[in-house]
């Protein structure tokens, strides 16, 4: 299937590792132009890499999300580079794993306010592109019970009801917002690695949870996210779509 991505543009928050630079290289790889920010030089510079490999226009940028201005002057320079924006996706995300005052802010700062800032700011961009995409990103922690009070968890719930009022407000501008709400997922440079060496007992607990007997890999979390931007989804707005493996166990309607 064409997904008709060939010369559109897509700014991405966050995506200098794990679900993100594999979306980052599925966009590359269906000939999108790719933006990419994240926390450390090193790390953007091997996604660039990986994007001239791939042969499409990129541009990517080491900052820190947290300053509020820095994801708006991001979007705005990127959109720059590439001439325009079609897809924009905010990857960040952090869990402190403690019900605390702390724990809220920092995920607020870190994962919430820079998607939020983020979509303000590509907005205009998107209103622009005849293929207007937004994809938020939420977890399964949002719609199960999943290791007590988080919250990360509510917050990530949160991102549900904001894309499905999204997708609503900006319908009428030509602009999709998705939410996809992914379980564990395996990247070779994410989190469940360093948990499986750190915590093994956990490690397979979770994975026994998972009917298919494995977590979700990056590459197909990816194929699925960027099927939903692109344009041969283009009847398909406000929906939460799950991808888990069976990992929660609701029935979804």
Do not use: H
């Not at 990517?60 to 509020?68: F, G, H, K, N, P």
């Amino acid at each position: 299937m064409d997904l008709g991505l060939k010369g559109m543009k897509a700014i991405l928050v966050g995506a200098n590792g794990g679900i993100g630079r594999a979306v980052a290289k599925v966009l590359a790889a269906e000939g999108c132009a790719v933006a990419i920010c994240g926390r450390t030089q090193d790390k953007v510079d091997t996604v660039k890499g990986e994007l001239d490999t791939a042969g499409v226009s990129n541009y990517v940028e080491a900052l820190d999300v947290t300053d509020a201005a820095s994801v708006p002057a991001f979007v705005e320079k990127a959109a720059g580079e590439l001439g325009g924006c079609d897809i924009f996706i905010s990857f960040t995300s952090a869990n402190p794993g403690e019900d605390s005052d702390a724990g809220w802010e920092t995920i607020l700062k870190t994962d919430i306010l820079p998607m939020r800032r983020g979509i303000a700011a590509a907005k205009p961009f998107l209103a622009k592109s005849e293929n207007g995409s937004i994809i938020c990103m939420s977890s399964t922690g949002a719609v199960e019970e999943f290791m007590g009070v988080q919250p990360y968890n509510a917050l990530k719930a949160a991102v549900i009801n904001y894309s499905a009022a999204t997708a609503q407000s900006l319908a009428a501008e030509g602009i999709r917002c998705n939410c996809f709400t992914p379980g564990p997922v395996w990247t070779d440079d994410g989190p469940w690695p360093q948990i499986k060496q750190a915590a093994p007992d956990f490690f397979e607990q979770i994975v026994g949870s998972i009917p298919n007997g494995r977590m979700t890999t990056g590459e197909e979390l990816a194929n699925a996210i960027v099927f939903a931007a692109s344009p041969a989804c283009k009847a398909m707005t406000g929906t939460n779509i799950v991808v888990d493996g069976g990992f929660t166990k609701r029935v979804q309607f």
